[in-house]
Nanobody
Framework: VQLQASGGGLVQAGGSLRLSCVVSGIIFSRCDAGWYRQAPGKQRELVAKITSDGLTDYADSVKGRVTISRDGVKNTVYLQMNSLEPEDTGVYYC?????????????WGQGTQVTVSS
C-alpha cells in the first residue's frame, strides 16, 4: 500500500493550499481517510477525516477553513485549506484505514510540509 502526498509549500497567512494524497494497493472505496499534522515539538493531531461513505469531521481549529474530499476514480483524498494561519504550520500526513484484504489495517503517507508565514 502506498500513499503519495503532495501539495505542501510556503504560503503567507491568509493564503490557500490544496493537499493531495494518491492511494494505491488497497480498495480505496472501502477505506476511511484523513489528514493529520504535526507541528514542531507537538504531537500529531487530526485535522480532518472522511469515511468511505463521505461523512466528514474536522478539528475545531480548522472548521470553516478546511475541506476534506475524496475522488473514488482517482483514488485520491484532498485537503483544501483556506485562510491559512501560522498555527497551521507543520508536516501534514495522509492516513487511510480499511480492510486489506480482510483485516482492518491503517497506513500513513510520507508527509508534506506546510509553512505559513505571518
Amino acid at each position: 500500500v502506498q500513499l503519495q502526498a503532495s501539495g505542501g509549500g510556503l504560503v503567507q497567512a491568509g493564503g490557500s493550499l490544496r493537499l493531495s494524497c494518491v492511494v494505491s494497493g488497497i480498495i480505496f472505496s472501502r477505506c476511511d481517510a484523513g489528514w493529520y499534522r504535526q507541528a514542531p515539538g507537538k504531537q500529531r493531531e487530526l485535522v480532518a477525516k472522511i469515511t468511505s461513505d463521505g461523512l466528514t469531521d474536522y478539528a475545531d481549529s480548522v472548521k470553516g477553513r478546511v475541506t476534506i474530499s475524496r475522488d473514488g476514480v482517482k483514488n485520491t483524498v484532498y485537503l483544501q485549506m483556506n485562510s491559512l494561519e501560522p498555527e497551521d504550520t507543520g508536516v501534514y500526513y495522509c492516513h487511510v484505514e480499511g480492510p486489506n484484504p480482510i483485516r482492518w489495517r491503517a497506513y500513513w503517507g510520507q508527509g508534506t510540509q506546510v509553512t505559513v508565514s505571518s
